[in-house]
């Protein structure tokens, strides 16, 4: 019954939810349940419907649960909320209890007699499920264990909604934003609101939810006046007011609300970047970086910083600030205390990777020479396990080359064309990379723009035919000031070329939006930025986008879109520098 499913899981990028146990170790001041709750859970109950967990020995978790830090084996369960308030019934029960406490006091929904819906109306009615994970700062220590209730949205009707886009920071704008407070000395702040979608009304379409029976009865524990409204299975059906996580206009309606709350603090949009807002108090700007319910903001002032805060708190209740030298955002870690500079890694990321691999080696390099070579001889198959675990972990390489480490990005690219059929040999390529970052777990990016100022400058390149379909690959990289990049980009060409000079066009076109896109939201940002730069080590590409058009027989089947450069080159916009 998915109704009565919870899951435990861990805040990695992973195929499967997990958690990690390790040694039972007693609880500190145990916390009792509710009587009738515990009397809800027979020891003979009906069987759960999640993955089998009879080896796994009953755990007794402390209420700080430090046990969960740096786990060396994780394990992956999916168990009921029956079996997850039986094996931890403390953190279980007290996470569970706080988020139902939270449904109440935000007045999430409105409990509804069932019998007194239409027949239309309970059709449309949706599941809700709990989920429980961990919750790890960016250097993996553990913080909290948290649960959540979640609206079955893919049981809602797409088609009744005109907009349910919602947008997110880019990370290349967040490390710009970085990038310029380090070279301002700015003060910089984290802001996570707690429940955040909570705070956003729901639209006119009506949406009916259902609760399962434990979360009902504990529901009835925390109000008595939800008892009258239980259904005769014991689940109660309610209609959502507010944006409960899972609905699918949730994302749009909590985006629209914060965007309303920083507009009426007179901050502005960035129109290159709907997620980044500022305000200028004088010459002192106020900069505001938005993912989900994590908030980033910077600026020289403490006391601009704390009117915001006051703000925020005076709008949403339950917010938690954290400034520093050092701040993890995004699952990242931001290091100040360099002046001028910020280096960004993720050390507990990397930690749980590691733990999570196969007894990873060490190495010099993240590949050999073979990388693009696909063997012809008969390779063994990989089990199912195997091709999990390496979709699993090609997953999570890719998002951590595409952040602090894009050294790694190449290789982890090529693999992510392979998940769907890995062999063997794939398998080697993958570890050579883990055993790579086994090797360098300590490095990341440094940003810098120092004295060359908001110059952007980009190096793309491309590698002729090296795919075994006879296509090229790409590779950019984009830099604001001295060093450090901002964005990178390694991706298989999607056309095959029939010389290296096309393939250079081709990935000049694919990749010279992201520069000039920087360099359009730095002057959104207020900042004299100059044309951009785009580094290029063939002259006859260079001489066909200087044209804008083919010059020869050779080059007639080129298509007109790969020559977009050269109308912004006559804008000034870009300029070409030969780069051997």
């Not at 390790?22 to 027979?42: F, G, M, Q, S, T």
């Not at 007290?94 to 999430?108: P, R």
């Not at 979608?197 to 008595?224: G, K």
């Not at 979709?391 to 894009?406: D, E, G, I, M, Q």
Request: aromatic content about 8%.
């Amino acid at each position: 019954d998915h109704d009565d499913n919870i899951i435990i899981a861990d805040n990695n990028i992973q195929v499967e939810p997990a958690i990690a146990i390790e040694e039972p170790v007693a609880i500190e001041d145990p916390v009792a349940l509710p009587a009738p709750i515990v009397d809800a859970l027979p020891a003979a109950d009906v069987p759960d419907t999640a993955l089998p967990i009879d080896d796994v020995a009953p755990v007794v978790l402390p209420q700080r649960l430090h046990a969960f830090h740096n786990p060396p084996q994780p394990r992956v369960l999916h168990i009921s909320v029956k079996a997850a308030l039986r094996e931890y019934p403390v953190p279980a029960m007290h996470a569970i209890t706080s988020e139902l406490k939270q449904m109440l006091s935000k007045k999430v929904w409105t409990p509804v007699d069932s019998r007194k819906l239409t027949v239309d109306q309970r059709r449309s009615i949706i599941r809700s499920s709990m989920f429980i994970k961990e919750k790890f700062d960016a250097n993996g220590v553990f913080e909290k264990l948290k649960a959540r209730l979640v609206a079955g949205g893919d049981q809602q009707e797409k088609s009744l909604y005109a907009d349910i886009s919602s947008s997110t920071v880019a990370t290349s704008s967040v490390f710009i934003v970085a990038s310029i407070a380090a070279h301002e000395n700015r003060l910089v702040t984290v802001v996570d609101i707690t429940g955040a979608y909570l705070n956003a009304f729901m639209s006119a379409i009506e949406v009916f939810m259902r609760i399962n029976a434990i979360l009902a009865r504990m529901l009835v524990e925390i109000d008595p006046s939800y008892k009258r409204f239980l259904r005769h299975d014991g689940t109660l059906d309610v209609k959502l007011d507010r944006a409960l996580y899972g609905c699918i206009e949730s994302a749009y309606q909590w985006g629209e609300h914060i965007k309303g709350t920083l507009l009426d603090a007179h901050f502005i949009q960035n129109p290159h970047e709907v997620c980044c807002y500022n305000r200028l108090y004088g010459n002192v700007q106020i900069t505001v970086v938005i993912h989900v319910d994590d908030l980033l903001i910077t600026c020289i002032s403490q006391e601009y910083i704390d009117d915001l805060i006051a703000i925020l708190t005076k709008k949403y209740k339950d917010i938690q600030a954290v400034s520093g030298k050092e701040i993890g955002y995004l699952g990242l870690l931001f290091n100040f205390n360099v002046p001028g500079e910020v280096s960004i890694n993720a050390p507990g990321f990397v930690r749980d990777l590691l733990s999570s691999c196969r007894k990873p080696g060490f190495a010099v390099t993240p590949a050999t020479d073979n990388l693009f070579v696909m063997r012809k001889d008969v390779l063994p198959a990989l089990s199912e396990e195997d091709k999990i675990y390496f979709h699993s972990h090609v997953a999570k390489l890719l998002y951590y080359a595409k952040r602090p480490r894009p050294d790694i990005l190449l290789p982890t690219q090529v693999l992510s064309t392979k998940v769907t059929c890995p062999d063997a040999d794939d398998m080697n390529k993958l570890h050579r990379v883990l055993s790579y970052i086994n090797s360098t777990s300590e490095r990341g990016i440094v940003l810098r723009i120092g004295s060359l100022g908001f110059v952007v400058r980009s190096y793309i390149d491309a590698a002729y035919h090296v795919h075994g379909d006879g296509k090229s690959h790409t590779g950019c990289s984009v830099t604001v000031g001295e060093t450090g990049p901002i964005y990178m980009r390694s991706a298989k060409q999607r056309i095959v070329t029939k010389s290296s000079t096309e393939a250079e066009l081709v990935a000049l076109s694919d990749s010279a939006n992201v520069p000039i896109h920087t360099a359009n939201f730095l002057r959104a940002q207020g900042y004299d930025v100059p044309k951009v730069i785009l580094y290029q080590d063939n002259k006859s590409a260079i001489a066909l986008i200087k044209k804008g058009r083919s010059t020869s027989d050779l080059t007639k089947h080129i298509s007109l879109r790969y020559f977009w450069l050269n109308e912004r080159e006559k804008n000034n916009e870009v300029a070409y520098e030969f780069c051997p």
